[in-house]
Every structure is written in structure tokens, then in C-alpha cells.
């Protein structure tokens, strides 16, 4: 046994996200997309959030052409929804809707119609597939932007095809980055969390956010307390939230 074994790593305080106030990306409507499946669940993840010390909610389900067709009627109602009974139950917190635009083959057709759900100063969160990055992308960021669109990419670390100098190139263009918390536990893998960790040491994040779906993520969320990435993104004068 070494000399050194005996002395235990000094844990980091644990930090909170009442730093953040606003949580902006989040799948809490029921029964829409891929999250809460019906009220009592969006409830209950609405006050895990706030106990995680967020005091505002922007809840953004995805907006896809082929598989979750929600318009801004639906997501607004479902809102309504839910700040409803948060109102019934006296839960002080504020909570807003946008949406996640998914980039695909029919996205042109929702620029030209400018009926995005967007939040703050015109932001609008959008995502790309997994796999590869969109056709034409510089064409499309352009037109958003044109029309006057801030826009905001969602977790970019998890596009595996990129590296740092396209990160820098979105940004270049005038792109902001949102950074997922639960990245930088490891939850979705190893590869992830280091893209994450070279975005934050970049200093390339403009946002975070939980993309909390269930209460699997609230568990994983917590992780972020003690987690050093988390408490150098804490203190970054260039977040949005």
C-alpha cells in the first residue's frame, strides 16, 4: 500500500442549478414526444426540476415532419395544460414552451412559413440527426437567420462527426451552442462527454440544458453537483440562461 493511499480526493462542493434559473431544453408535455407520457408524470418532473434549483422551465418537445407532427397550437395547449394544474397545486414556477425543430427533409417549408415556437429574444432551438450533418446546413442556418431567428443547436456534443473546428465554424456563423447537463456525467457515453469537455474548455457554450425526459435523467442530473465541468460552466459569464 503506497503513502498516499490513505488520503481520499477532496470532493467539490455541490453547486445547484439555481445558478442557471431557466432550464431551456426539456420534453414535459404529455404525451407529445418522447417524454412525459401524461400529466401526472410532466408534474412530477416539473417539481424534480425545481428541487434541482430551477425557479423557470422552457419545455421544448421535438418538432419532426415524419414521427412527432406537432404544431405550435398543440405544444401551447399542452403548455396551458400543465401550467393549469401546476396553478391548482400553488407550484411557484414559471413555465414556458418552445419547441426542438428537427432539420430535415421538409424544414425549408417551416422557414418560409415562420411559425416556429421560439423563446427569449427570438431564440429557436433546432437539432441534427445523429448520424450525419443536414444537406445543405450553412444554406439553412442562413435563411433562419435571415429571417430573423437566433439560432440555437442542441446538444452539439453528440454529433459525433464533428469536431472542434466545426464547432467553430457554427459559431463563426453566428450559431449558439447548447450544451446537454447529463453530457457531462457520461450518461450517454464515454465519446460524448469528452466532446462536451473540449466545448467548455473552448469556451463555445452559450446555453445548457437538461433534455430531461424522465426521472431516470433528475437521478443523473444530480451527478452535476460535484462534477468540475459543471462548476466551470457555473461560473462562465457567457451563458445565456
Known sequence: ????????????????????????????????????????ESLDLVCALQELGFSKIITTPHTMSDFYKNTPEIIISGRADVQNALDKLNIDLEFGAASEYYVDFDFQKKIEKKKFLTFGSK??????????????????IFNLQLAGYNVVLAHPERYLYYGLQDYERLTNKGVLLQLNLLSITGYYSPEVKKQAEKLINADLVSFVGTDCHNMRHIENLKLCFTNPLWHKLSVSEKLLN
Open 1 to 40: 500500500m503506497s503513502w498516499f493511499s490513505g488520503f481520499k480526493k477532496k470532493e467539490l462542493e455541490s453547486i445547484d442549478f439555481s445558478v442557471l434559473k431557466t432550464d431551456i431544453h426539456s420534453h414535459l408535455i404529455p404525451g407529445i414526444d418522447d417524454g412525459a407520457q401524461n400529466l401526472e
Open 123 to 140: 431564440y429557436l432551438l433546432i437539432e441534427f440527426p445523429f448520424i450525419d450533418e443536414p444537406i445543405n446546413i450553412d444554406e439553412t
